[in-house]
């Protein structure tokens, strides 16, 4: 059997996942707030209770329109753009900045989310998100991301609509389709060195590994400048 029909057949099932979801967009966006909330209760989360509620936003068609138009466009090209709302927790935040706003946790790991779903009778239909965590140092990858890219995105043709980055924006692997209060909760309890473990020390190959990058990043290939 091929190896790409077998990622295909992977993808499919992942994404046809059955998952929990409320019949509202606002609803969902409450039931984030209360799994961030149950966090910051368990000493997980050290986010104020105030910028819990205050940055988990819901915007619905036309606020997407009005302050998202690069991502409206992407869904009214797919005829989604319909009752469509997106969830943001914290700011989209691809370049890492730590001023902006996000979710910290206990430990010094940091994070935020965005969420599209639309509402079209029934449980909301989820059509895309992107959830990323930035770890502390010796954890063996600097951030992690999960990603569902709306439907007939690019990456759809490489079967992997829904997918991981780990701690490379180049790399995809399969991921599982989750819901965004699993994924919420995967950020707050889980991605987390057991409390009986100390980080591993990095081998010869991790130093030179990151030696030979950090080389690289300093001294450009001829034609890259």
Same mark, same amino acid.
């Given at each position: 059997?091929?190896?790409?029909h $077998?990622?295909?057949?992977?993808q499919s099932d /992942? !994404?046809?996942?059955s998952?929990?979801l409320p019949?509202?967009?606002?609803e969902l966006?409450r039931?984030l707030? /209360?799994?961030? *909330?149950r966090?910051? $209760?368990?000493?997980?989360l =050290? /986010?104020?209770q105030?910028?819990? =509620?205050?940055?988990?936003v819901?915007l619905?068609e *036309?606020?997407i329109?009005?302050?998202?138009?690069?991502?409206?466009?992407?869904?009214?090209?797919?005829?989604?753009?319909?009752?469509?709302?997106?969830?943001?927790? #914290? !700011?989209k935040?691809q370049?890492? $900045?730590?001023s902006l706003?996000?979710f910290?946790? $206990? %430990?010094?790991?940091? +994070?935020? +989310?965005?969420? *599209?779903?639309?509402e079209?009778g #029934?449980?909301?239909?989820?059509? &895309?998100? %992107?959830?990323?965590?930035?770890? #502390?140092?010796?954890?063996?990858?600097?951030f992690?991301?999960?990603?569902?890219?709306?439907?007939?995105?690019?990456?759809?043709?490489?079967?992997?609509?829904?997918?991981l980055?780990?701690?490379?924006?180049?790399l995809l692997?399969?991921a599982?389709l989750?819901s965004?209060p699993?994924l919420c &909760?995967? +950020? @707050?309890?889980?991605?987390?060195?057991p409390?009986?473990r100390?980080?591993?020390a990095? *081998?010869?190959?991790? !130093?030179?590994?990151?030696r030979? /990058? @950090?080389?690289r990043?300093?001294?450009?290939?001829?034609g890259?400048?």
């Amino acid at each position: 059997m091929r190896a790409d029909h $077998d990622l295909a057949a992977l993808q499919s099932d /992942t !994404v046809r996942r059955s998952l929990d979801l409320p019949d509202r967009a606002n609803e969902l966006s409450r039931s984030l707030r /209360t799994v961030l *909330t149950r966090g910051r $209760d368990a000493r997980k989360l =050290v /986010t104020s209770q105030d910028a819990i =509620v205050r940055q988990v936003v819901l915007l619905d068609e *036309t606020k997407i329109r009005e302050e998202h138009g690069k991502h409206w466009k992407g869904l009214a090209e797919r005829d989604l753009h319909r009752g469509a709302f997106c969830i943001f927790g #914290g !700011v989209k935040n691809q370049g890492r $900045d730590e001023s902006l706003p996000h979710f910290r946790r $206990d %430990d010094g790991a940091w +994070f935020d +989310f965005s969420i *599209t779903v639309r509402e079209a009778g #029934g449980p909301v239909e989820l059509l &895309a998100y %992107d959830f990323e965590i930035r770890l #502390g140092p010796q954890m063996g990858a600097s951030f992690l991301r999960f990603d569902l890219n709306l439907p007939d995105h690019p990456n759809q043709a490489r079967e992997l609509r829904c997918h991981l980055h780990p701690g490379s924006d180049d790399l995809l692997v399969p991921a599982p389709l989750m819901s965004p209060p699993e994924l919420c &909760a995967l +950020f @707050l309890y889980g991605v987390r060195l057991p409390s009986d473990r100390s980080p591993r020390a990095p *081998t010869a190959f991790d !130093v030179g590994w990151l030696r030979q /990058t @950090l080389l690289r990043v300093a001294t450009p290939p001829e034609g890259t400048l």
